[in-house]
């Protein structure tokens, strides 16, 4: 049997991948959202053999991905317990901290109470101010910006404080100053995330680059991520997890650009990690960001078509004992009517050398998914979830 101080867990988060069918989801005013069955509807099909055979076919009604007869990994859905639809509820979750009560939304633009202490921070006047998508505000107001040097500040439905500023306009490391001052009046506000979003380019062809930055609210109480650390067991966040987490929990943080870029950081990071084991924390973004947010159904179907042709190269690279878990954080569904996070279940997909496949069934909280994690790294359980370790364990 294989020690699990030499197990790697490797956490797969396809950003914004839901599998539709959350009960409270017309309370969001998200009815109807199903990212993966839509999207497979409106593309005539999608193309996942690898994720197929694993038992994605299973979870929902996928049009191109059969329920396979013997699946190759264990299968199932979970409804998030926590008050949202946000990356940070999400992910916390995720690790083991449920988030009763719903952060802060500014459907009419932020009051003044919070532009004028965050324009005197900045030392630079303020554009925009309403929810918008990133890329038509930049679009809209860039020109005014790049003239004035006025930050563009933006939101959403989720609870965010976005500024936008062109690379050579505001200089990223003041941008990123100003973000972190920004941080601490969200602070006040039950705000869940102030970004950055750095952008290039000239009017009619801007574009945001990959040095968006996160500063997120602190997590009220430890994590999965905390007590791994307590315990000595290496936490390598790839993407945005350090972020998520602001840092708290993440032994090493890979910044990646992108979802390619975030698929070779995990290869690279399997390896180091062979032989030493841990968590290793990945999050692919672009399905959420440059394809769910834009309404973009054939980018999104291509990525998640990349993505399933990667995974053969890390199952590749296991060895026995070691356990991989693919999820999400919430849908992003690209054929709704708007372009902001749909409340929906996510799908869970478990395997590794030796994992038994079985049906998981409905979990009712993302949280079963670390509480899974701590048993196989021999952690006391977590304060939330249930482990489905010993139903899947070789």
């Not at 990994?73 to 008050?83: D, F, L, P, V, W």
């Not at 004035?148 to 050579?168: C, F, N, P």
């Not at 007590?227 to 032994?251: E, S, Y």
């Not at 990667?310 to 708007?338: F, M």
Request: with cysteine.
């Amino acid at each position: 049997m294989v020690s699990a101080k030499r197990r790697r867990v490797i956490v797969l988060v396809a950003d914004g991948v839901g599998c539709g069918g959350a009960p409270d989801a017309a309370e969001y005013g998200d009815g109807g959202a199903d990212t993966l069955g839509n999207l497979a509807r409106v593309r005539g099909g999608l193309a996942l053999p690898n994720l197929g055979r694993l038992g994605l076919g299973h979870v929902t009604a996928i049009e191109g991905v059969p329920a396979v007869g013997e699946a190759e990994g264990a299968y199932g859905t979970m409804i998030e317990a926590s008050a949202g639809k946000d990356t940070i509820t999400g992910h916390w979750e995720m690790a083991g901290l449920v988030t009763e009560v719903a952060f802060e939304t500014f459907p009419d633009g932020f009051p003044g109470r919070i532009t004028e202490l965050l324009a005197r921070a900045a030392g630079r006047e303020l554009i925009g101010n309403k929810p918008a998508s990133g890329t038509a505000i930049i679009e809209e107001l860039g020109p005014e910006h790049e003239r004035t040097g006025a930050l563009i500040l933006y939101t959403s439905a989720d609870s965010v404080l976005q500024i936008a500023a062109h690379e050579q306009v505001v200089p990223l490391d003041e941008l990123y100053r100003i973000c972190a001052a920004a941080r601490v009046i969200a602070d006040r506000e039950r705000i869940g995330r102030v970004i950055a979003r750095p952008f290039v380019g000239t009017a009619g062809s801007y574009r945001r680059t990959y040095n968006r930055r996160d500063f997120s609210v602190l997590p009220p109480s430890p994590t999965l991520l905390d007590a791994l650390t307590a315990a000595g067991i290496p936490v390598v966040g790839v993407g945005k997890i350090g972020d998520i987490f602001a840092g708290r929990g993440v032994g090493e943080s890979l910044h990646s650009e992108g979802n390619d870029d975030g698929m070779r950081l995990t290869l690279e990071a399997a390896d180091r990690m062979a032989g030493s084991g841990g968590l290793l924390f990945v999050n692919l973004v672009d399905f959420d960001m440059l394809y769910g947010h834009r309404n973009d159904a054939p980018g999104f179907a291509a990525a998640l078509e990349r993505f399933d042709a990667w995974l053969p190269a890390l199952e590749a690279r296991l060895g026995p004992g070691d356990l991989v878990l693919i999820s999400a954080d919430h849908g992003n569904d690209p054929t709704k009517r708007g372009t902001d996070h749909t409340r929906e279940r996510v799908p869970v997909l478990a395997f590794g050398p030796g994992m038994r496949p079985i049906a998981l069934g409905a979990r009712t909280s993302f949280a079963d998914l670390g509480q899974t994690v701590a048993a196989a790294l021999e952690l006391d359980p977590l304060a939330r979830g249930v482990s489905f370790w010993e139903s899947i364990r070789p």
